[in-house]
């Protein structure tokens, strides 16, 4: 508490010392606790109440995964559902996003990949493509 606020608690009680008036201690945790809930009261209205929770936060991953899944048409996880990605107008343009490999002749070029990520082309495929194998398996019983 402020010092004003618990120099008023304590004249209060001293005057009740000096006049010989005997008081419990729950008297004195009473009024402290009154002070207190004045206080707040009155300090409410210069709270900032910020948001309770921040979620739907989306990693490039998640964005990337998202737009393979839908390149491919398959069916995105749960997590990814409410996912936004840009959309991808091909296998090409996923391969010289992720690898930088405008000549097409293999391997991995960091200063000319369009997207910083940790996702790898190889296994944005591979899961895409086995989701297929496996939907197709799943219709054919």
């Known amino acids: 508490m402020p010092a004003p606020i618990q120099q008023r608690v304590e004249r209060k009680f001293l005057k009740l010392v000096d006049a ?6 729950s008297d004195l945790e009473a009024s402290v606790q009154e002070e207190q ?34 390149l491919f048409g398959v069916k995105r996880e749960a997590r990814l559902a409410s996912v936004k990605p840009a959309r991808l107008t091909g296998i090409r343009e996923l391969y010289l996003m ?8 293999g391997g991995y070029y960091g200063e000319r990949i369009q997207l910083a990520t ?13 989701k297929i194998i496996n939907n197709q398996w799943e219709l054919l019983g």
């Open 37 to 70: 809930e004045m206080l707040s009261s009155l300090t409410a209205a210069g709270t900032i109440q910020g948001p309770s929770r921040i979620n739907g936060m989306v990693t490039t991953n998640d964005a990337i995964e998202a737009a393979v899944a839908d």
């Open 20 to 25: 010989g008036t005997p008081f419990e201690p």
């Open 98 to 105: 992720l690898t930088g490999d405008y000549d097409l002749h």
């Open 118 to 130: 940790t996702a790898d082309f190889t296994g944005l495929v591979k899961n895409a493509l086995n």
